[in-house]
C-alpha cells in the first residue's frame, strides 16, 4: 500500500471515529432534552390543575394562598388568554417588558408587541389547553420551552462546532509545522544531493574530453550524446541546488523550450512513441528553464509511462490574448485516468505504479504554481483513450505576425 493509500485510509478512519462521537453526543443531548419536554409538560399541566382549582376555591383564602404559591414557584413561561386572544394573565416572561399593573390597569415598562411575539412563539410550540374560567368562561393557556431547555436543544450543535473548529485548527496548526519540518529535510537533502553529484560530473567531463583527444572522436554521434547526457545532469544538478531558493524567471519563447527538451527526450524513450509540439511558436512567457524542463520531464514521462504499446505525445501551445495567458496542453493516447482521480493524482504519494514514489506530478504542481504563478490540472481524460494536462502560463510578449 503506498503513502497516500495510508494517508486517506488514516483519514477515513479519523472522520469515522469523529461521526461516531458526534453522532452520540447528539443523541445523549438529544435524550436529555426530550425528559426534560416531559419534566416540563408535567409541570404546565400541574399549573394548569392549580388554576382551574384556584377559580374553584376562588374565595378560601386558605386554599388560594397556596394554589398562588404553587403557581408562582412554576417558572414555565406561561400566558392565559380569553376565548377572544386578550391577554388576562402570565408567568416567566421578561420582567422588564411585562412590568403591568392589572388592578390598577397602569403601564410600567409595558411592552404589547413583546407580548404578542411571546404569544406567537407558545402557539408554534405547543398547543393551547382550554379550562373554565371564572364564571364559566372558556380560557386558553398557552406555555412555551423554558430558557434552559431552549439553550440545550442547541448545545450539542454549538458543543460539535467548537469541537469542529478545535480539530481544524490543529489540524492545520500541525499540517504546517509537519510541512515546514519536512519542507527543511528535503531542502537539505537535494542541496547534499546536489554536492554529491558534483564530482563524478566532473569526472565524466574529463573522461568525456580524454575519450574525444585519444580516438579522434570529436564529431562521434556516441560521444556527442554522452556530452548531453552530461549536460542534463548538470542541469539536474542545478535544479536540486536551487531547491528552497526563489527562481529567477526569465523571458523565453515556450515553443523552443519546449521543443528542445523534446528533442533530447524523444531519444531516450521507446521509437514506438510519436511526438508531436503544434501551436504558437511565438509566444513568451517568464520561466525558470531548469525547473520548467522539470516540469516538461515528468509530464512527458508520465505519458509514455500511460502508452503500453504504440502511441503519440502532442504538446499543443496556445496563446490566450484575452486574458495574456499561455496554455500549454499535454495529451497522450495511453490508459487515461479515472474522474475521480483529478485532483489525487497530484497529491504526494499517489502513483498506479509498482515502484513508483508518487512524487512526480506533486513536484510539477508546485512548480508551476509556487514558482511561476500559474496553474496546472487534469483537462480531460478517458479511460482506455488518453489524458491531457494543461498548464497555463502569464504570456510576458506577444509578438504580431510579419507579412511578406
Same mark, same amino acid.
Given at each position: 500500500?503506498?503513502?497516500?493509500?495510508?494517508?486517506?485510509?488514516?483519514?477515513?478512519?479519523?472522520?469515522?471515529?469523529?461521526?461516531?462521537?458526534?453522532?452520540?453526543?447528539?443523541?445523549?443531548?438529544?435524550?436529555?432534552?426530550?425528559?426534560?419536554?416531559?419534566?416540563?409538560?408535567?409541570?404546565?399541566?400541574?399549573?394548569?390543575?392549580?388554576?382551574?382549582?384556584?377559580?374553584?376555591?376562588?374565595?378560601?383564602?386558605?386554599?388560594?394562598?397556596?394554589?398562588?404559591?404553587?403557581?408562582?414557584?412554576?417558572?414555565?413561561?406561561?400566558?392565559?388568554?380569553?376565548?377572544?386572544?386578550?391577554?388576562?394573565?402570565?408567568?416567566?416572561?421578561?420582567?422588564?417588558?411585562?412590568?403591568?399593573?392589572?388592578?390598577?390597569?397602569?403601564?410600567?415598562?409595558?411592552?404589547?408587541?413583546?407580548?404578542?411575539?411571546?404569544?406567537?412563539?407558545?402557539?408554534?410550540?405547543?398547543?393551547?389547553?382550554?379550562?373554565?374560567?371564572?364564571?364559566?368562561?372558556?380560557?386558553?393557556?398557552?406555555?412555551?420551552?423554558?430558557?434552559?431547555?431552549?439553550?440545550?436543544?442547541?448545545?450539542?450543535?454549538?458543543?460539535?462546532?467548537?469541537?469542529?473548529?478545535?480539530?481544524?485548527?490543529?489540524?492545520?496548526?500541525?499540517?504546517?509545522?509537519?510541512?515546514?519540518?519536512?519542507?527543511?529535510?528535503?531542502?537539505?537533502?537535494?542541496?547534499?544531493?546536489?554536492?554529491?553529484?558534483?564530482?563524478?560530473?566532473?569526472?565524466?567531463?574529463?573522461?568525456?574530453?580524454?575519450?574525444?583527444?585519444?580516438?579522434?572522436?570529436?564529431?562521434?554521434?556516441?560521444?556527442?550524446?554522452?556530452?548531453?547526457?552530461?549536460?542534463?545532469?548538470?542541469?539536474?544538478?542545478?535544479?536540486?541546488?536551487?531547491?528552497?531558493?526563489?527562481?529567477?524567471?526569465?523571458?523565453?519563447?515556450?515553443?523552443?523550450?519546449?521543443?528542445?527538451?523534446?528533442?533530447?527526450?524523444?531519444?531516450?524513450?521507446?521509437?514506438?512513441?510519436?511526438?508531436?509540439?503544434?501551436?504558437?511558436?511565438?509566444?513568451?512567457?517568464?520561466?525558470?528553464?531548469?525547473?520548467?524542463?522539470?516540469?516538461?520531464?515528468?509530464?512527458?514521462?508520465?505519458?509514455?509511462?500511460?502508452?503500453?504499446?504504440?502511441? %503519440?505525445? /502532442?504538446?499543443? &501551445? !496556445? *496563446? #490566450?490574448?484575452?486574458?495574456?495567458?499561455? +496554455?500549454?496542453?499535454? =495529451?497522450?493516447? @495511453? $490508459?487515461?485516468?479515472?474522474?475521480?482521480?483529478?485532483?489525487?493524482?497530484?497529491?504526494?504519494?499517489?502513483?498506479?505504479?509498482?515502484?513508483?514514489?508518487?512524487?512526480?506530478? %506533486?513536484? /510539477?504542481?508546485? &512548480? !508551476? *504554481? #509556487?514558482?511561476?504563478?500559474?496553474?496546472? +490540472?487534469?483537462?480531460? =481524460?478517458?479511460? @482506455? $483513450?488518453?489524458?491531457?494536462?494543461?498548464?497555463?502560463?502569464?504570456?510576458?510578449?506577444?509578438?504580431?505576425?510579419?507579412?511578406?
Amino acid at each position: 500500500m503506498n503513502p497516500y493509500e495510508k494517508k486517506r485510509r488514516w483519514k477515513f478512519f479519523l472522520l469515522v471515529f469523529a461521526i461516531i462521537i458526534g453522532t452520540a453526543s447528539v443523541f445523549y443531548s438529544d435524550s436529555f432534552v426530550k425528559k426534560m419536554e416531559r419534566e416540563e409538560q408535567v409541570q404546565f399541566q400541574l399549573y394548569v390543575r392549580v388554576t382551574e382549582q384556584s377559580f374553584i376555591m376562588y374565595d378560601d383564602d386558605n386554599y388560594t394562598g397556596l394554589i398562588d404559591l404553587i403557581r408562582t414557584n412554576n417558572k414555565l413561561p406561561v400566558i392565559m388568554t380569553d376565548s377572544g386572544g386578550v391577554i388576562l394573565s402570565y408567568q416567566g416572561l421578561d420582567t422588564t417588558k411585562t412590568n403591568y399593573d392589572v388592578e390598577k390597569k397602569v403601564n410600567v415598562n409595558y411592552d404589547p408587541e413583546y407580548f404578542a411575539k411571546e404569544l406567537r412563539k407558545m402557539k408554534k410550540q405547543h398547543p393551547p389547553t382550554p379550562i373554565i374560567g371564572l364564571n364559566g368562561t372558556r380560557w386558553n393557556i398557552y406555555y412555551k420551552d423554558s430558557p434552559t431547555l431552549t439553550q440545550l436543544r442547541y448545545f450539542p450543535y454549538i458543543q460539535l462546532g467548537v469541537i469542529a473548529l478545535f480539530l481544524l485548527t490543529a489540524y492545520v496548526a500541525f499540517s504546517s509545522a509537519r510541512k515546514a519540518e519536512q519542507d527543511q529535510v528535503w531542502v537539505g537533502m537535494a542541496k547534499e544531493t546536489a554536492h554529491q553529484l558534483g564530482t563524478p560530473i566532473s569526472s565524466l567531463m574529463a573522461w568525456v574530453e580524454l575519450m574525444k583527444s585519444r580516438f579522434d572522436a570529436e564529431d562521434d554521434p556516441l560521444i556527442a550524446e554522452m556530452e548531453n547526457d552530461i549536460k542534463r545532469l548538470e542541469v539536474i544538478t542545478d535544479r536540486f541546488s536551487k531547491i528552497g531558493s526563489k527562481p529567477i524567471l526569465e523571458d523565453h519563447v515556450v515553443y523552443t523550450v519546449i521543443s528542445d527538451f523534446i528533442d533530447y527526450f524523444k531519444l531516450r524513450t521507446s521509437d514506438k512513441v510519436i511526438f508531436t509540439i503544434t501551436g504558437d511558436d511565438q509566444v513568451r512567457a517568464l520561466l525558470n528553464v531548469p525547473l520548467f524542463d522539470w516540469v516538461t520531464e515528468n509530464l512527458l514521462k508520465n505519458a509514455a509511462n500511460a502508452i503500453e504499446n504504440e502511441g %503519440s505525445i /502532442t504538446v499543443n &501551445i !496556445i *496563446e #490566450n490574448l484575452t486574458k495574456e495567458e499561455v +496554455f500549454i496542453d499535454v =495529451s497522450d493516447t @495511453g $490508459k487515461g485516468i479515472a474522474r475521480s482521480k483529478f485532483d489525487a493524482v497530484f497529491q504526494p504519494g499517489y502513483t498506479t505504479r509498482k515502484r513508483g514514489w508518487g512524487l512526480g506530478l %506533486s513536484l /510539477t504542481k508546485r &512548480i !508551476i *504554481e #509556487n514558482y511561476h504563478s500559474g496553474q496546472i +490540472f487534469v483537462k480531460d =481524460s478517458e479511460l @482506455g $483513450k488518453g489524458t491531457t494536462f494543461r498548464i497555463i502560463l502569464k504570456s510576458s510578449i506577444t509578438y504580431e505576425p510579419t507579412s511578406n
